[in-house]
């Protein structure tokens, strides 16, 4: 199946900080890729759609300048958490779908995000 | 988007089979049915997909019926790796850009 990384796998930071999270497709290319935050013993929220070349897609609820996303190219979608506070801390996953089944969405193994 | 309706929580025990079951009465013509599967800070990994009446892989089975308003997933003989939470979910099937929702998934437990 297709394979998605999402860099760092953990990070710890200060409260203010900013910290960027990187989602990449290795071996085909996505237009749309989505990141998700999940909470403990919680299921996955979509948080925004990424799209290639365009501003990304925010769901009800989610803060566009506080999660900044871009999607620089075709492989490459980075979400950046800015001046993170402890209520940021969480697990933010990314998916993404290789388009030959364009029903599967393939996902990232997750970053962890602990806010001090 | 269709929502998803399923059992909070099951228990089995090793070897047994489990059948997992999801309602989606609100399913629409083109949408497809898919179930993952999600281990502790991991990120949810595909399991099965389809569309209607039965399809098999290596790893499970999914059922559908004629309305297809639910499907069940069948892990045969299950072992303690099998532990984990499973989601059933309902994806538009006319574009790899199509939104997933999650539910609220169950969570499964194997014993000894």
């Known amino acids: 199946g297709a394979v998605v990384s999402q860099h760092p796998s953990w990070v710890i930071c200060k409260s203010g900080t900013s910290v960027k999270i990187e989602c990449r497709s290795l071996?085909?290319?996505?237009?749309?890729m989505f990141w998700y935050r999940q909470f403990p013993k919680q299921s996955l929220m979509l948080m925004a759609t990424s799209n290639e070349g365009s501003k990304a897609t925010y769901e009800q609820g989610v803060e566009k300048d506080k999660f900044l996303i871009n999607h620089a190219s075709l492989t490459l979608s980075t979400l950046t958490v800015t001046s993170a506070h402890p209520e940021d801390s969480s697990f933010y996953i990314c998916?993404?779908?290789?388009?030959?089944?364009?029903?599967?969405?393939?996902f990232g193994p997750g970053t962890r995000l602990l806010v001090l | 988007l269709a929502k998803t309706t399923q059992p909070i929580s099951m228990d089995s025990y090793e070897g047994q089979e489990v059948n997992i079951t999801c309602s989606h009465n609100n399913i629409a013509t083109n949408d497809y049915i898919t179930w993952y599967q999600q281990f502790p800070s991991q990120g949810p990994r595909f399991i099965i997909q389809?569309?209607?009446t039965k399809v098999t892989n290596e790893v499970a089975s999914l059922f559908i019926p004629a309305d297809r308003k639910s499907s069940t997933l069948s892990l045969p003989r299950v072992s303690l790796s099998d532990t984990a939470v499973y989601y059933c979910?309902?994806?538009?099937?006319?574009?790899?850009?199509?939104?997933?929702?999650f539910g609220s998934g169950t969570r499964l437990s194997i014993r000894p």
């Open positions: 389809g569309y209607k």
């Open positions: 979910l309902v994806v538009p099937g006319y574009s790899s850009a199509s939104k997933i929702i």
């Open positions: 998916s993404a779908n290789p388009g030959q089944d364009i029903e599967t969405q393939y």
């Open positions: 071996d085909f290319q996505a237009t749309t």
